[in-house]
């Protein structure tokens, strides 16, 4: 047979679709309906693209009701738990979007709030049913329009603006994330398309137009489109792409990464960027643009607190203030410097301090240099703001600012006695914007006893020695130096006492003691919070060692607590040098009360000399006064000489002058208005500028008491910590961990840990949302957090490939305080710690009243997804595949086609279908008709590499016309996107597999799907084979090989998405019948004309017969040839074209001169 080749290219430029323009509003026809007995109104008419909106659903009659959620519209919950409370059963089934509320028995109020949030800016329409005894019930629909934001169209006639793009061509940018924060990339993802099975452009161009205000520093080979790699023009701020053919079948995303400075960067700056696509045979120009806003905010943390009052001797004391004595108040101003967020200080600016005095004090003096206004009773300070530079400098998490302000001040003649003071101060500064930070804090003094004393200087032997707290964070002092510093302290306060080892008289260079017990009193207001060891014990036996001993010893002691009046032994011969025992840990319930402590040494070496014990209580809430501890020495030993001894403490306990006397702390009522401040953060450890890769990360939470804080935070502690929809708890190797205030315990895959507290999942599926919600509860025995501690969390996440771009952790901090401080901010940042009332009760206590301390952090996956296809074809008249083919009728086709990822991403979902030849075929994405001049038949399965066949599965469909819905499922449309639709008599596909086709060739389309957990990796492809038959019996006109290709063809064409991308078809590829028609050749003795010599010469008719390429339908041929009367026949012989004799095939007669085979 004769083969051929021709190659035809089609060029077709579709009409742009007009839409009229859609605004942010909603009209619900519920309003005009008066008798339907269910209801779902929008709360607000202003609704923005990807915030939550709340609608009202009420119900009249019935029990039950059903919502059909539309598509890209999310589900995001009910409003609170008094909503929660009136429904007996609430489920969203995410594959059907149905919303089903059953209401409980009796309730009267058939009314809750319902959270949504639309993804896409669209027309969406609500449709519902109220389920009746006897009947359902539709609502009137509700019609919801929505618009993100404001996009650039190319204008017609009219004023009727253009979608950016067409369904063939779609040039769209969208912001990853609606806003930053300062010192993130602002990503953008320029999506581009090109579609159609008739499409191709010519000399076409894309122009990105990128923000003035910052410049581009990204490898431009990341934001690579069909193979052309951007030229950037940074004087014009342009990405400029040039193609000088653009074939159509291709779909890609890249992402933008505009950088932001951290601190610099001003609140609510928003970062433009512009796309524009041209091309010769396109008809006007696709425009879009879009817009991410910068949050930043600088922040002041401000406390006041009455530090000492010193009387007219010049001497510290803690009763009350009288007439004539001095007191001090501490001013404490704060700014710690963010990763992210932030805004710095205006360079050359002021942080200025007014301190508001009181009536009855005076002014005296301050450590800061402070001028005081007689007139105001104010005393102002001015600093200097940080510059720039050394804003820069500053370390995440080191202030930008600290300054902590003594103001001395005298209490006038006339006071009264236990008067109260108030005393205000406020902070103000400005930001690199101009903008303005004001923190206000203020504090009251009241009255304790103080009676600080200087232990006397040691002789040589070693004593033992007990400190006394210096501070209410928790912190020990020093072992010999102020052993009573007798601290002011609230309620709220951590006291940490020090039990120290010495030798004293018992100091035997080689024997070990006999006994070395210790005994410690607590006084009835404290409670044992911690019972900590130092980490290490020498031998020293007198001051005559150097240092602290040069031979580490390893002793051992019997712990016994004296528990509500009795005593029991906690631990046995215990090794305590280093150990941090907890209440739990020394086997203490939440209400146990310690009142004394014995340590009994089982092994206590020669010239043992340690720290030993720092033993930390809490103090009796609402005790304010003297808090008393004692402690008691009972040593039995050896002196140098070998001597035994023994000694104690008994002239020395009730001497606080004394190196082993009592030991006080002195609480003060809480002034009214001393509120501790607050912080939450909550972040992802592996980002870069706020971008995230897909896989393995880990979540980080803290819950901070503000170092501006004069009062502790109180427990029990608690974080509620949201997942962003597609992160995931790793359920192979959590590694939940958990601190507390000191030290982070062991990682563990339960999330229990005994010490600490324990980390759970508690839902996979929060409201519906596909979030998972993490519970963080850290211990009872961990009650306090002390100003400057904090408490954390982590453990391990797994990002999804497919998840969404746009991922913002929440986490929500629950304290015991009823009520707190969180730092003041300027401008609205997802990082800022926010107070709210837990409205829709995220902790699960059933309580929606309490306060909560909200934080996030966003960030953006990056995806650029790439996939380059072909689709080629041969017929039996081909030797090579080309994009036309040639067949005879009834002849084989040959097609293949290929999908490469050329992306950097592996592809996690993918879809593809072809629908394949028939007459009146139509576009798969474009919905035109293909033009199809005859109906090809599949003749087997479609194959696939061995190597993907565990990959996809492969359905058939009898449908010439399916419906597109599984093409479109999972397209995540930009906003200014055409969305694909199903053309008009689309057909149900009812997919089968290859087992469940009984006749090839009644298959017209297909569909290839990626398998669960299976990918297409970069730079991998698959190819796919199939094979068709073309009609034996077609029109002349269609087998006329001398008319156009292009009017004669059976057209083919495949559509696929993949990871969100939106559906894209590559041009199609054709196929003609060329029939050849048979042909009768006759010579004389070979040739046209022979000139006989004489009446008898013999000579040979050659009647030659080619039949063609048509024979496939014929039943039977004859060839006949009439010899003329005056010539006889002398033989004949039927012959094939290899000289064979083939007579005995047929029927040969030769009747009258008329020859007939």
Do not use: C
């Amino acid at each position: 047979m004769k083969k051929g080749l021709a190659i035809i290219v089609t060029l077709f430029v579709s009409l742009q679709s007009l839409l009229s323009p859609i605004s942010a509003q909603a009209v619900s026809a519920n309003d005009t309906t008066k008798n339907n007995p269910l209801t779902l109104i929008p709360v607000s008419t202003d609704h923005q693209v990807g915030a939550k909106m709340e609608f009202t659903l009420t119900q009249t009659e019935g029990m039950e009701a059903i919502i059909d959620v539309p598509r890209d519209m999310q589900y995001h919950g009910v409003k609170n738990a008094e909503d929660k409370a009136k429904v007996d059963k609430l489920t969203y089934d995410t594959k059907k979007r149905e919303l089903h509320v059953v209401w409980k028995d009796k309730t009267e109020d058939k009314s809750i709030g319902l959270y949504f949030q639309a993804d896409v800016a669209a027309n969406y329409v609500f449709h519902a049913q109220a389920i009746l005894e006897h009947e359902k019930v539709a609502m009137e629909p509700l019609n919801i329009s929505i618009q993100s934001k404001s996009t650039t169209k190319t204008k017609k006639a009219g004023g009727i603006s253009l979608f950016s793009g067409n369904v063939n061509v779609d040039i769209d940018v969208a912001p990853q994330t609606a806003s930053i924060s300062s010192g993130q990339d602002a990503p953008f993802a320029l999506n581009f398309k090109v579609t159609g099975s008739q499409t191709s452009y010519k000399n076409a161009d894309i122009a990105v137009q990128l923000p003035t205000n910052a410049n581009l520093e990204q490898d431009l080979t990341e934001l690579k489109i069909a193979g052309v790699v951007p030229t950037y023009d940074r004087t014009k701020q342009q990405l400029l792409y040039h193609f000088d053919e653009l074939a159509s079948g291709k779909a890609y995303k890249v992402i933008i990464k505009i950088p932001t400075e951290n601190g610099t960067t001003k609140n609510n700056t928003e970062l433009v960027v512009k796309a524009t696509f041209t091309a010769d045979n396109y008809t006007g120009t696709a425009t879009d643009d879009a817009t991410v806003k910068v949050n930043a905010a600088s922040s002041l943390a401000s406390s006041k607190t009455y530090a000492q009052t010193i009387d007219s001797a010049g001497k510290t004391k803690i009763d009350p203030p009288s007439a004539g004595d001095l007191g001090v108040w501490k001013i404490k101003v704060n700014a710690d410097k963010k990763e992210t967020g932030l805004l710095y200080f205006k360079s050359g600016s002021k942080i200025k301090t007014v301190d508001t005095l009181p009536a009855g004090m005076t002014y005296q003096s301050d450590n800061s240099g402070g001028k005081y206004d007689a007139a105001t009773r104010t005393i102002t300070w001015e600093f200097d703001a940080p510059t720039i530079a050394d804003q820069k400098a500053a370390t995440a998490g080191d202030p930008l600012f600290n300054k902590e302000i003594e103001v001395t001040v005298k209490f006038n003649d006339d006071i009264e006695n236990m008067q109260q003071f108030t005393n205000k101060v406020s902070t103000s500064a400005t930001d690199v914007s101009d903008q303005p930070i004001v923190n206000n804090a203020s504090a009251s003094v009241y009255a304790g006893i103080s009676d600080p004393n200087k232990v006397p200087p040691g002789g040589t032997l070693v004593p033992p020695n007990h400190g006394g707290p210096i501070d209410g964070i928790g912190n020990a002092g020093g072992t010999f130096n102020y052993n009573n510093p007798d601290p002011k302290v609230y309620d709220t306060a951590l006291l940490t006492f020090t039990i120290t080892i010495g030798a004293n008289a018992a100091n035997s260079y080689e024997k070990d003691f006999d006994k070395y017990e210790i005994i410690y009193d607590v006084d009835s207001h404290l409670n044992l919070e911690a019972l900590n060891f130092s980490g290490w014990a020498n031998f020293k036996p007198d001051w005559g060692i150097p240092g602290n001993g040069v031979i580490p010893l390893k002793p051992r002691a019997d712990i016994y607590l004296t528990v509500n009046g009795t005593e029991r032994k906690v631990l046995s011969d215990y090794a305590y040098l280093g150990k941090h025992l907890t209440r739990s840990q020394l086997g203490l319930s939440k209400d146990d009360k310690v009142s004394q402590i014995r340590f009994n040494h089982t092994y206590a070496p020669a010239g043992l000399y340690s720290p030993f014990a720092y033993p930390r209580f809490e103090v009796e809430k609402g005790y304010t006064g003297k808090v008393t501890n004692h402690v008691h020495y009972n040593v039995e030993g050896y002196d140098k000489k070998g001597d035994k001894v023994s000694w104690n403490n008994d002239t020395e306990t009730n001497d606080v002058n004394t190196f082993t006397g009592y030991r006080t702390a002195t609480i003060i009522p809480v002034p009214p208005d001393s509120l501790p401040t607050l912080k939450n953060t909550v972040r992802f450890d592996t980002n870069n500028a706020g971008e995230v890769k897909s896989g393995s990360n880990r979540l980080t939470g803290s819950l901070t008491n503000d170092s501006s804080s004069v009062t502790a935070l109180v427990g029990p502690f608690e974080e509620a910590v949201l997942l962003p929809k597609g992160v995931t708890v790793d359920p192979n190797n959590p590694e939940f961990q958990l601190k507390n205030i000191d030290d982070w315990g062991a990682k563990t895959d339960s999330g229990t840990n005994k010490e600490f507290g324990s980390i759970k999942i508690i839902n996979s599926d929060y409201q519906g949302t596909g979030r998972q919600l993490i519970r963080i509860n850290w211990n009872d025995d961990i009650s306090k957090i002390p100003s400057g501690k904090l408490l954390s969390y982590s453990f391990n996440i797994i990002i999804a490939p497919n998840a969404p771009t746009k991922l913002i952790p929440e986490a929500y901090a629950f304290v015991g305080n009823t009520d707190f401080n969180v730092p003041s901010n300027s401008g609205n940042n997802i990082t800022d710690s926010t107070k709210e009332t837990d409205s829709d009760d995220i902790n699960g206590d059933n309580v929606t009243d309490q306060q909560r301390v909200k934080t996030g952090n966003q960030y953006y996956l990056t995806r650029q997804d790439q996939i380059s296809t072909f689709k080629l074809v041969k017929g039996d008249l081909d030797t090579a595949y080309s994009k036309m083919g040639h067949t005879s009728p009834g002849g084989e086709i040959a097609y293949q086609l290929q999908l490469t990822n050329n992306g950097v991403s592996p592809i996690s979902d993918m879809v593809m279908m072809d629908v394949l030849p028939s007459v009146g075929d139509l576009g798969i994405t474009d919905n035109l008709a293909r033009g199809s001049q005859f109906t090809p038949k599949l003749t087997g399965p479609i194959l696939s590499p061995l190597n993907w066949e565990d990959r996809v599965t492969i359905q058939y469909s009898t449908a010439t016309n399916p419906s597109r819905a599984d093409l479109v499922a999972n397209v995540d449309y930009p906003d200014t996107s055409e969305k694909m639709e199903d053309p008009a008599g689309a057909e149900a596909p009812n997919w089968m597999e290859a087992t469940g086709v009984m006749d090839w060739s009644k298959i017209h389309s297909f569909k290839v799907t990626l398998k669960d957990n299976a990918e297409f990796v970069s730079g991998d492809n698959i190819t796919l084979d199939f094979m068709m038959k073309a009609p034996e019996n077609l029109n002349k006109d269609l087998t006329d090989a001398t008319k156009p290709e292009n009017s004669r063809a059976a057209w083919n064409s495949f559509a696929y998405a993949s990871n969100n991308l939106q559906v894209v078809e590559p041009e199609r590829v054709g196929v003609v019948v060329n029939a050849e028609d048979p042909d009768i050749h006759k010579d004389v003795a070979g040739k046209q004309h022979l000139d006989l010599t004489n009446r008898n010469q013999a000579f040979d008719w050659h009647v030659q017969a080619s039949f063609g390429n048509t024979t496939a339908s014929w039943k039977e041929a004859s060839i006949t040839d009439e010899i003329n009367k005056v010539f006889d026949i002398s033989d004949v012989q039927v012959v094939d074209e290899t000289g064979k004799d083939v007579t005995a095939n047929g029927t040969l007669t030769k009747a009258d001169n008329k020859i007939k085979f």
